[in-house]
């Protein structure tokens, strides 16, 4: 009986850690690989994920063991997630206290789920960590992905657009395409930008007076001929030179090609 106890209180204190463990919300989900089958894969995986600011890696029954040498090595530069990894036996426990959970799978399965986009549950991740709920995705072994029965445990559905003659993805791969899409998700990823090397873009009347120096140049060689075709010639050149996106250095660089061109011309 005084066994008996000490085994109640032990599970009781876990239990009681477990919850203040879980008092703050995460401000990213969890990604839980489920039985991976090779240690390189999982290295990969952790890489993924750590190239998109996550860390939250869950590992559950991995065929090989843990920890793992193969991951470790793989995981170049992403070894804490794999340090701070937690190792469960089964899918229930890895995800128990999330208050939604995705399950990635690139075939068709005969289960009444939501099947989301990548982006589209990326974004609903998003909302849910925000209102204070824990999310999990799931991902499933190399060989034959996710179980049905682990599916079973997901509320929703990830498929990626894929070839359907060749579907299959690595997991690395679908990590870090979830991982991307969380960061596409928050935000974080610029459609476009501009490095602009050491220069600003140009202002209008530095445009203008490049403009008028073409045109000097131009009269002054006879290009614009008949003169009937004079004005609207110039009309075409002002704008195409409003269209161009200039900076600084491209007008300094145009302003010197014309004084070089004259000068060449004036030596010959």
Not at 215 to 241: C, I, Q
Request: net charge negative.
């Amino acid at each position: 009986m005084e066994e008996a106890g000490v085994l109640a209180t032990a599970e009781g204190e876990a239990y009681e850690a477990q919850m203040e463990n879980t008092l703050e919300t995460p401000k990213i989900p969890a990604f839980v690989l489920v039985r991976p089958q090779m240690g390189e894969n999982i290295g990969a995986a952790a890489r993924a994920m750590w190239n998109f600011g996550l860390d939250r890696m869950r590992i559950v029954a991995p065929r090989d063991g843990w920890p793992n040498p193969s991951a470790v090595a793989m995981a170049s530069g992403a070894g804490r997630l794999l340090d701070e990894a937690v190792i469960y036996d089964d899918v229930s426990g890895s995800v128990g206290d999330a208050a939604f959970v995705f399950a990635t799978t690139a075939r068709d399965r005969d289960l009444t789920k939501p099947v989301f986009s990548p982006e589209a549950a990326m974004t609903k991740a998003a909302e849910l960590i925000s209102q204070g709920q824990r999310v999990a995705v799931l991902f499933g072994p190399e060989r034959a992905g996710l179980e049905n029965d682990d599916i079973s445990r997901a509320n929703a559905l990830v498929s990626v657009p894929v070839n359907p003659e060749f579907a299959s993805l690595n997991l690395a791969q679908c990590v870090l395409l979830m991982g991307y899409e969380w960061m596409r998700a928050h935000g974080a990823v610029v459609p476009e930008q501009i490095e602009m090397a050491g220069t600003v873009w140009a202002e209008n009347s530095e445009i203008e007076h490049l403009a008028r120096h073409f045109e000097d140049r131009l009269d002054a060689a006879g290009f614009f001929y008949p003169e009937h075709k004079a004005t609207s010639m110039k009309v075409n050149l002002r704008n195409m030179w409003s269209r161009l996106p200039l900076t600084r250095a491209d007008v300094q660089m145009l302003h010197g090609t014309l004084r070089q061109m004259v000068r060449w011309k004036e030596r010959g």
